[in-house]
């Protein structure tokens, strides 16, 4: 956990550590040949696809988390938690179950039947990745879809939103209580803010994904 370089793991998972940590400090530099050690330690298009969706998840909550301040459980709260994660995976905690079950549910198996009935394709998430993107960026909120769509694909926008939407896809640890103040006093809602965040996140995340994409289909 301290460091991936030296950590008693595989020589699988150590060229998966490289490969994350490059598309998520440079992902603009990761080219179809950083997928050859990867593949040279036996790990399939399938599960460099997976790995680079898990990063694509942690690249967006983090920088949520980073700019709207977060609170980190200590140390021993992860611990247990990751012994219940290991035994009941990730859909209880997902809000699944909360509430609106059976909206959720019909959502669910909607999507997963498409993807099902699309015999092999590459991405086997892309259907609920679409959803995702409808959700944040074109279903009603306080925010503009057409901001949200702008924010989201890194279009210039005017100060103060333009900045603020910079700093959370580059430095997200950097944003201060002023940064949130001085959207505040340009008009900006909390729940404006909390949209653009989001918004700037997903695109941060995508912009990753995409780039495994390309390295992994170039042809296409």
């Known amino acids: 956990m301290t460091d991936w ?15 994350l940590e490059k598309l998520t400090l440079a992902p ?5 040949e950083d997928l050859a050690e990867l593949r040279a330690e036996g790990l399939s298009d399938r599960a460099i696809l997976d790995a680079a969706y898990v990063c694509m998840g942690f690249n967006i909550i983090t920088r949520i988390a980073n700019a709207l301040g977060f609170k980190v459980p200590p140390d021993e709260v ?31 198996l909607r999507v997963n039947k498409s993807a099902a009935g699309g015999g092999g394709a590459f991405d086997p998430y892309e259907k609920k990745l679409t959803l995702l993107r409808r959700s944040v960026l074109s279903e009603s909120g306080s925010l503009d879809p057409s901001v949200r769509r702008a924010i989201c694909d890194g279009l ?17 640890h950097t944003v201060d209580d002023e940064d949130i103040a001085g959207l505040h006093r340009a008009g900006y809602t909390d729940d404006q803010i909390f949209e653009a965040t989001v ?22």
Request: glycine letters at 12%; hydrophobic letters at 50%.
């Open 5 to 19: 370089r030296t950590a008693a793991v595989g020589a699988r998972m150590r060229a998966t550590f490289g490969l």
């Open 78 to 108: 992860f611990s247990r938690a990751s012994r219940y994660l290991t035994l009941f995976g990730y859909n209880i905690l997902s809000g699944f179950w909360a509430r609106g079950i059976y909206q959720q549910l019909v959502a669910f």
């Open 156 to 172: 210039e926008l005017p100060e103060p939103l333009g900045p603020y939407v910079r700093k959370v896809v580059e430095h997200a």
């Open 28 to 32: 603009g530099e990761v080219v179809a």
């Open 199 to 220: 918004s700037a996140a997903l695109g941060a995340g995508l912009y990753r994904l995409g780039r495994i994409l390309l390295a992994l289909r170039p042809a296409s």
